[in-house]
């Protein structure tokens, strides 16, 4: 074997070594499979992105690829995703983030350089490698490291969302460029810059239903997508309404987009394997796991939900949701009437000055179990999910993150901030009522706007 191949064996099969002696001298920890998981995905997609961005940039060549992806030996590339993906998470789990983060950067400050028969540093490296530890290792640390402590719901959620995004977008392409060479991302980049933006807003779109899905399963199931990491709670609110798994729809969808704006057959042919499993070991094994976890509530809710057409009007059970408007802002009174004339179902429309004054200063939305109300332009994106399918994929990009940011400020630099909102006069012996309580008397106006569950 020549220097080179000795390299790229050593490159590989030392961190596997150091994974598996890691694993043999340390204890199984609980949800320590989902942990080295993700983060082995985390490190595999980005670095194969910060890959691209060095064929560009060039802080690093390699002489002699060989089998690669991206340019980068597959051996190496393997080798690097477990040394900083799977290794950190079982040797020094003990140590805090900032500690192990020091140390595998310190490691690869090292091992970089004396690896020059198979990577070749530029004089600008030092800056591809401050990019490969804050994008690669250091969210792949508290990836793991949050998904074991079952911490940060939210920014792991988002971190997975990103994964899988990068996974179906540039990595699958990029392995079948490899097997099957082409065109690439000609087909795509060479498109005038108006349609390259229409096809990227298409791909958002089909992708949409995806993410507000994994936002669901954040906000209201208390979990993640990962089936080793999976909501604490039947959801059946929001895209959920419409559809059983629009995680699956969704990026078959978008596979087949981009298949067609990539000129690429065979990722359509991904698509096809990507149903193919759905409809099959999936579907069999998410229902036996949520009829075990579920029940009855479950059993109800797949009668009325289908996996892969989607209904029209959402699906409804139990209690309404709750929406507070102020009766005394004249434009809330006619957003509350445009949604009352299109008949939402489980929903009821409260007027706000119900309400304790000052527990109120925007348009409010209460789940129907009562827990995680959100106001402003969220409530107003929950109430959409009442009325029907397009407007609640709508309502569920004005609850993105940054984007409905974006709307509340547009909407408050325009004059439809907070405001003080006067208490009912019919509150007056016995104390304010709590959130979600409706005083009786002749003041008090309550719509309800719940119809049964359309068939």
């Avoid at 001298?25 to 320590?32: E, G, K, M, N, V």
């Avoid at 690896?115 to 250091?138: D, Y």
């Avoid at 009562?370 to 709508?394: K, N, P």
Wanted: charged share 15%; aromatic share 8%; hydrophobic share 50%.
């Amino acid at each position: 074997m020549t220097e080179i191949a000795w390299a790229r064996a050593a490159a590989l099969y030392l961190p596997l070594m150091a994974a598996v002696l890691s694993g043999l001298l340390t204890a199984r920890r609980s949800r320590q499979f989902a942990a080295l998981l993700l983060s082995f995905l985390w490190a595999a997609v980005t670095l194969l992105a910060v890959q691209r961005l060095n064929q560009l940039e060039g802080w690093w060549t390699f002489p002699d690829a060989g089998v690669s992806l991206c340019g980068m030996p597959l051996e190496l590339y393997l080798g690097w995703v477990i040394l900083w993906g799977v290794v950190p998470q079982i040797a020094v789990s003990r140590l805090k983030i900032g500690w192990v983060l020091a140390i595998f950067a310190l490691v690869d400050l090292i091992l970089m350089p004396l690896c020059n028969s198979v990577v070749q540093l530029q004089p600008a490296w030092l800056l591809g490698e401050t990019l490969c530890v804050g994008l690669v290792l250091l969210p792949a640390i508290c990836l793991a490291r949050w998904t074991e402590q079952g911490i940060h719901l939210k920014a792991r959620a988002a971190l997975q969302t990103v994964t899988a995004g990068l996974l179906l977008l540039f990595v699958v392409p990029e392995i079948v460029f490899v097997l099957r060479p082409g065109d690439g991302w000609t087909p795509l980049l060479k498109l005038p810059r108006w349609q390259l933006q229409l096809s990227l807003q298409a791909v958002f779109l089909l992708a949409l239903p995806g993410v507000a899905a994994v936002m669901e399963f954040a906000t209201r199931g208390g979990g993640t997508p990962i089936p080793y990491d999976p909501p604490k709670r039947l959801v059946s609110s929001g895209i959920y309404r419409y559809l059983a798994n629009p995680m699956q729809a969704s990026c078959t969808l978008v596979m087949v987009c981009w298949a067609g704006l990539l000129h690429n057959g065979w990722l359509v042919s991904a698509a096809a394997m990507s149903v193919i499993y759905s409809a099959g070991i999936a579907d069999w094994d998410e229902r036996r796991d949520l009829r075990l976890r579920f029940g009855d509530q479950w059993q109800e809710y797949r009668a009325q939900v289908r996996n892969w057409f989607p209904r029209w009007r959402p699906f409804h059970t139990g209690t309404p949701a709750t929406l507070y408007i102020a009766a005394s802002c004249s434009p809330c009174s006619e957003l509350r009437q445009w949604l009352e004339s299109r008949n939402p179902i489980g929903l009821e429309i409260v007027d706000a000055e119900r309400l304790p004054r000052g527990t109120i200063r925007r348009m409010r939305y209460r789940p129907q179990d009562g827990s995680g109300s959100v106001d402003e332009v969220r409530a107003l994106g929950r109430a959409l999910e009442h009325l029907h399918l397009l407007w609640a994929i709508a309502g569920a990009a004005m609850r993105i993150p940054l984007i409905w940011h974006g709307i509340q400020l547009v909407m408050d630099a325009s004059g439809l901030g907070p405001r003080s909102i006067p208490a009912s006069s019919c509150i007056t012996e016995g104390g304010p009522p709590e959130e979600g309580e409706i005083p009786q008397g002749k003041a008090a106006v309550l719509v309800s706007a719940s119809t049964p569950n359309d068939r």
